[in-house]
T-cell receptor
Framework: GQQLNQSPQSMFIQEGEDVSMNCTSS?????WLWYKQEPGEGPVLLIA?????ELTSNGRLTAQFGITRKDSFLNISASIPSDVGIYFC??????????????FGQGTTLQVKP | GAGVSQSPSNKVTEKGKDVELRCDPI?????LYWYRQSLGQGLEFLIY????????KSGLPSDRFSAERTGGSVSTLTIQRTQQEDSAVYLC????????????????FGDGTRLSIL
């Protein structure tokens, strides 16, 4: 079945460093979503991508929809302690264009050292 | 409130007991989803509601799991005869709808119910 493979699984970086994480699939996706989840909370949508090649920014965050439609990456520039959390990529499950149900990657856990 | 509200936030129960988890979606959101998140894992789709009907229940792991939605608003996820492997965070999300003009509308998540089966 469809799977989203996220890497790296975890990152421990120094405050101020840039961060890059990616998500790949063997299947084509028409939408890529990036969520952040903090402890005890639900995922919060950071960036949504709807077209192959699209590059979208949200403050210090930038995400791109891969040309092959089988991958996406998320970059965080000049990390700060509040960037700590788990970052998930997600996309609509096959055949779900009329339901909107999502498949999620396993997440990238980010820790930032002040 | 303005967001998706879930209750209880935490639930501890003994194996074999039934549990009910509640979700109050954002007002006006017709689409509602239940997901399950096991420790250190991503989210796993359980069931989708459009209004009061559930056109997609394909993610429910067994017949011990059921869900209903009334009045196009509140939804309840019920787990009967709970097992230890049911321990997880159960997340609810809502959206404006799907298809047509709503095809790119994002889902908004609640903070989940952390379920622990002893």
């Amino acid at each position: 079945g469809q799977q989203l493979n996220q890497s790296p699984q975890s990152m421990f970086i120094q405050e101020g460093e840039d961060v890059s994480m990616n998500c790949t699939s063997s299947s084509i996706f028409n939408t890529w979503l990036w969520y952040k989840q903090e402890p005890g909370e639900g995922p919060v949508l950071l960036i949504a991508l709807y077209k192959a090649g699209e590059l979208t920014s949200n403050g210090r965050l930038t995400a791109q929809f891969g040309i092959t439609r089988k991958d996406s990456f998320l970059n965080i520039s000049a990390s700060i302690p509040s960037d700590v959390g788990i970052y998930f990529c997600a996309g609509p499950l096959q055949g779900s264009s009329n339901t909107g149900k999502l498949i999620f990657g396993q997440g990238t856990t980010l820790q930032v050292k002040p | 409130g303005a967001g998706v509200s879930q209750s209880p936030s935490n639930k501890v129960t003994e194996k074999g007991k039934d549990v009910e988890l509640r979700c109050d979606p954002i007002s006006g959101h017709t689409a509602l989803y239940w997901y399950r998140q096991s420790l250190g894992q991503g989210l796993e789709f359980l069931i989708y509601f459009q209004g009061n009907s559930a056109p997609d229940k394909s993610g429910l792991p067994s017949d011990r799991f059921s869900a209903e939605r009334t009045g196009g608003s509140v939804s309840t996820l019920t787990i009967q005869r709970t097992q230890q492997e049911d321990s997880a965070v159960y997340l609810c999300a809502s959206g404006l709808g799907t298809g047509g003009a709503y095809s790119n509308q994002p889902q908004h998540f609640g903070d989940g119910t952390r379920l622990s089966i002893l």
